[in-house]
Structure formats: structure tokens, C-alpha cells
């Protein structure tokens, strides 16, 4: 069996697979939070949740109307994204150009409120969505199996991503958008709608996030303390790229998993840590994060 620093190739292609699967949520993850500081200014500490209610809302609309996995991949993050229009209309608007601290209580508060209701409906043991039919087996490569499912998160999460970066950095829409959030009183004398532009703006991040959470329901377990767990490691990996960096979030969420995915073949008890550590060490010599613009 070939042998790459003394750890089979086999578990060395697996672990690195599985950083590429959790690199793929993180970049999903990391990039709305990415766009709704960077251009709403706007701490999100709600994220983890929308990213949870994704994959539950996913998995309600199995057990309950029998729609299948292709159906709740656009309808989940349609329902989540527009839970979070009205979050931004009736909460987050309130508080419009105050403090980043406000943005982030309230937001923290949402989370906790949310969480606690769906704990108390459907309690703290995970619920389970089926793999779609279509996507049991996989190939079956020299070094490794990879299943179909893991491919194709892989591949939807970064054409996803890309796509979202393309768009905002590239195209007119991402223009206004960028020049909304900036100047919204020139860009209001022009005739554009700059509170519905914030609120579709937020509504678009959060609907990122749900969009990881129906890539993550047939893979992990269901529960609604699952955005919590998450957060937090999302939110290093943003500040590793950059607040606000749209393409710094995409590619530091990839490198972040598959660097953990490493750690855990490596050296597994420093798995946990390791996103932190890398944090810690670029806030020492770069504050503003690898891709981040210095004040």
C-alpha cells in the first residue's frame, strides 16, 4: 500500500476529501456572511441558524409534502432568504447605520430565539434525510472511493460561489449593488430602490447559507443547535480572508477545510484548533486578513 509520510495514501485521499466537503461549506458559509458585512456592514451572528433552518426546512418539506431533493434545493433557500427580507425590514433596518455591535446583539439574539423555539418543537436529537436515489454509489477511483454525493456538493458549492463572486465583482447588478450600499442617497437620486437593494441584498447572503444546509442534510445529522456549531468556525474563516472580501471568503473557506482535513490525518487533536490557530497567526501579521484591504 503506497505510503506518503507514513499515512496511507487511501486515508490520506479520504481526509483530504472530506476537508474538500467542509472546505465547500465554509466557502458556501463564509461568502454570505462575506457579502452582508461587506456591503451591508452588517455582523450576521443569525447566519448558523439560517444555514440550520436550511436543512431543516428541507427535511420538513420531505416528511411533510413529499418533495424531493431537487424541488427543496431551490424552495428551502427561497423560504430561508425570505425569512430574512423580513428580518431585515422589521429588525435589522431599526438599527441602520448604528454600531456594528447593535447588527451583531441583535442578530446573536435572533439566533438564540430561533434555535430555542425549533428545540423545543422537534428537541436536540438529529433528524435524518434520505440520500437521493440518484446520488447512492460512487466512483470507485485507484486510491479511493468518492461518492457521487460528495462530488457533486463539491461541484455545485463552488460553481455556486464562483458564480456569486462573477456577479457582484464583474457584472452592472454588482455595480449597483456595490454603489447602493456606498452612496445609497446618489444612487436613490438615480431611481434605484436602495432599501429593497439591502433587504434582497441580506435575503441573498441568508439564502447562501440555506443553501448549505440542504447540500448538508442527507450528509449530517439534523438538529437545530447544528448552525451554532458552526458559526464559529465560519466566522474565523472570514476573518482569515478578509471581512468583507467576497473572493477571499470563497477561497480561504476552501483552504481552511482541506488544511483541517490534513491536521486530522496528520496530527487529529489539533483538528479542532488548527482554523483558529492559522487566525491567530494572520491577525498578527496582517490584521485585515489575507485578502482583506488595510484601513
Known amino acids: 500500500m503506497s505510503m506518503i509520510f507514513g499515512v ?33 456592514k452588517i455582523i450576521n451572528f443569525a447566519h448558523g441558524a439560517m444555514y440550520m433552518l436550511g436543512a431543516l426546512v428541507t427535511v420538513v ?11 427543496a434545493l431551490f424552495l428551502a433557500p427561497l423560504l430561508v432568504g425570505a425569512f430574512g427580507v423580513l428580518i431585515e425590514y422589521f429588525l435589522l433596518r431599526r438599527i441602520a447605520g448604528q454600531d456594528h455591535i447593535y447588527s451583531l446583539l441583535l442578530t446573536f439574539g435572533v439566533a438564540l430565539i430561533i434555535q430555542g423555539v425549533l428545540t423545543n418543537i422537534y428537541g436536540v436529537s438529529g433528524l435524518r434525510y434520505a440520500m437521493p436515489d440518484m446520488f447512492k454509489g460512487g466512483f ?17 458549492a463552488l460553481l455556486v460561489c464562483f458564480g456569486t463572486w462573477f456577479v457582484i465583482e464583474k457584472t452592472k447588478l454588482g455595480a449597483y449593488l456595490r454603489a447602493g450600499t456606498e452612496d445609497s442617497q446618489l444612487m436613490q437620486g438615480f431611481g434605484i430602490n436602495v432599501p429593497l437593494l439591502v433587504s434582497l441584498t441580506y435575503g441573498f447572503g441568508v439564502a447562501l447559507a440555506a443553501f448549505a444546509g440542504v447540500l448538508a442534510a442527507p450528509i449530517y445529522s439534523v438538529t437545530p443547535g447544528m448552525g451554532a456549531n458552526t458559526l464559529i468556525v465560519v466566522f474565523a474563516v472570514v476573518v482569515i480572508g478578509g471581512m468583507g472580501s467576497i473572493g ?28 483558529f490557530l492559522v487566525m491567530v497567526v494572520v491577525l498578527m501579521f496582517r490584521p485585515a486578513g489575507l485578502f482583506g484591504k488595510e484601513a
Open 61 to 71: 418539506l420531505f416528511n411533510t409534502l413529499g418533495v424531493n431533493y431537487w424541488v
Open 140 to 156: 470507485k477511483l485507484d486510491f479511493m472511493f468518492l461518492p457521487y454525493y460528495r462530488a457533486w456538493v463539491i461541484v455545485v
Open 248 to 275: 477571499g471568503a470563497i477561497i480561504t473557506g476552501i483552504l481552511m477545510g482541506v488544511i483541517e482535513g490534513l491536521t486530522k490525518t496528520f496530527y487529529p487533536p489539533a483538528s479542532s484548533a488548527v482554523i
Open 8 to 40: 496511507p495514501l487511501a486515508v490520506l485521499s479520504g481526509q483530504l476529501l472530506i476537508g474538500f466537503i467542509n472546505g465547500a461549506f465554509y466557502a458556501l458559509l463564509s461568502l454570505g456572511l462575506a457579502i452582508i458585512f461587506g456591503l451591508l
